[in-house]
């Protein structure tokens, strides 16, 4: 099992509205092959106007399916319209729950 977290760093003041995207983008998600369980998490104390989108998924292979779907799905297109200008750069990161 594995946690994948996209870590997005918003421009200033725009976390709410990247976070509303997020939030409202899992149910889209739940409904993608390879997707298990999602959550979107703010900065609380750290980096301001920090997102995480923290997916889990049983295997790499279906995180990858998950992403290709991502990338094609045109619900999905339609929720996130418009988050690229309201993020500065991320990163990701991927665990493997032991």
Known sequence: MYVIRDIFRCKPGHSK????K?????SAM???KGFKSGRVLL???GSYWTVVLETEVDSLGNFEALLNEYATNKEMHEI?????????GG???VFRIV
Do not use: P, T
């Open 43 to 45: 900065d609380y104390v």
């Open 80 to 88: 996130m319209k418009g988050y690229m200008d309201e993020v500065e």
């Open 22 to 26: 997020f939030k409202n983008s899992l």
């Open 17 to 20: 509205s990247v976070a509303e």
């Open 91 to 93: 990163h990701r990161e």
């Open 30 to 32: 739940q409904k993608m």
